[in-house]
Structure formats: structure tokens, C-alpha cells
């Protein structure tokens, strides 16, 4: 009986220790929105980007209380929109983006509330999807690199969920699909609001 008790009071005091430790890490998924500004060309080649809807998948560890190191992907499909002098009518072309980055994230701690801010790095792919939305089928693949950065605010639902809602800004060089006609030598800033659940482990 003794023994009974002494393997249930170590129990107990696992427990607690197991519930005393913070959770370093979480996994976030989210629904991303995509939408993008017109570039004008020097050479009077424009690019329009027509918006987009993705998901955005995260993990985050904690360095410190108020320091994490965030690693994205992010995936959506759409398309953009080019014009050009030297070809009659618009352009479309159907296009998946892949975004593959890193941050940093600085957040506070407010009860419930958790305010935080991020800066990183990264790229995006830009590869045609070669069907009936493409009106140029010769588009060839682009990565392009870029800074990002954003801030958000999460809420915890319980100690191991919380739901966030971030803006997030990519600023990158705008693609041309390896044409020249829609070669607008311009930086773009993206904006990538999500909303999601993450888990805290």
C-alpha cells in the first residue's frame, strides 16, 4: 500500500513539474491571402497582380520569453496580369507561388493577449502553370529573394491553442517568367494577411 502511495505522489509531482515547464515550440496553420501592388516598367511593361488565396504553414521556438526564431511555407495559386506596348491586348499568366522564409519575432505577453512583431528573409517561387488561364505558354520559373516583415497579435484559447491574425509585407523584385516583354526592373510589396490556429508543445 505504501508503495501505492509513494508511485502516486511521484506521479503527481511529474505532472506538475511537466505543467511548470512553458511550451518552446508551436506549429501554425493559417489561411493566407495574397494580394499584390502594379509595378510600372521603365519600358512601359506593367504587371498587375490579381490576388490570390493560400495556406501558410509556421513553426516557432522560443529562444527566450520574448524571442523566437519562425520558419514559413506558404503556398497559393493565381495569376497576373501584364501589359506591354509591344503586344496587342493584356497577358495572363496562371502562376503557383511557394514562400520559404525565416524570422525573427519579438512578442509580448498581455494575460490572453500576445502582440508580436517579425522580420525575416526569404524567397518566393513563381512557377506558370501552363493551361488556359496562360496566354504566354514560353514562361519559364522565377525565384526571387526579399525581406519580410509583419506583425500580429495572438489570443490563447487554452495552454496548449491560441488563434492568430497577422499582416504580413514580403518586398521582393517583381517577376518576369524569363520574358523580356514583361520585365518591369521593379520591387513589389506583397501583402500576406493570415489567420489561423496554432499548437503550443
Request: glycine share 12%.
Given at each position: 500500500m505504501k508503495k501505492m502511495m509513494l508511485l502516486g505522489a511521484l506521479l503527481v509531482c511529474a505532472a506538475g513539474v511537466g505543467n511548470?515547464?512553458?511550451?518552446?515550440?508551436?506549429?501554425?496553420?493559417?489561411?493566407?491571402?495574397?494580394?499584390?501592388?502594379?509595378?510600372?516598367?521603365?519600358?512601359?511593361?506593367?504587371?498587375?497582380?490579381?490576388?490570390?488565396?493560400?495556406?501558410?504553414?509556421?513553426?516557432?521556438?522560443s529562444v527566450t520569453p520574448r524571442s523566437s526564431l519562425e520558419v514559413n511555407y506558404g503556398f497559393d495559386q493565381g495569376s497576373i496580369k501584364f501589359h506591354n506596348p509591344d503586344f496587342s491586348g493584356p497577358d495572363y499568366?496562371?502562376?503557383?507561388?511557394?514562400?520559404?522564409?525565416?524570422?525573427?519575432?519579438?512578442?509580448?505577453?498581455?494575460?490572453?493577449?500576445?502582440?508580436?512583431?517579425?522580420?525575416?528573409?526569404?524567397?518566393?517561387?513563381?512557377t506558370p502553370i501552363r493551361d488556359y488561364k496562360t496566354s504566354e505558354l514560353d514562361t519559364k520559373q522565377n525565384t526571387n529573394i526579399g525581406g519580410l516583415a509583419g506583425g500580429g497579435l495572438a489570443y490563447e484559447i487554452s495552454p496548449s491553442f491560441d488563434v492568430r491574425a497577422e499582416y504580413r509585407g514580403f518586398l521582393l523584385k517583381s517577376p518576369d517568367f524569363g520574358n523580356a516583354q514583361y520585365k518591369t526592373n521593379r520591387y513589389e510589396w506583397l501583402s500576406l494577411p493570415v489567420i489561423g490556429v496554432a499548437y503550443h508543445f
Open positions: 511548470a515547464q512553458e511550451s518552446r515550440q508551436d506549429f501554425s496553420a493559417s489561411l493566407l491571402g495574397v494580394f499584390g501592388y502594379d509595378a510600372h516598367g521603365v519600358d512601359a511593361a506593367q504587371q498587375q497582380p490579381l490576388g490570390a488565396a493560400g495556406v501558410l504553414l509556421s513553426y516557432r521556438y499568366v496562371h502562376e503557383r507561388q511557394e514562400e520559404i522564409t525565416g524570422a525573427y519575432v519579438y512578442s509580448r505577453n498581455y494575460k490572453n493577449f500576445n502582440p508580436f512583431v517579425e522580420i525575416g528573409v526569404g524567397g518566393i517561387i513563381f
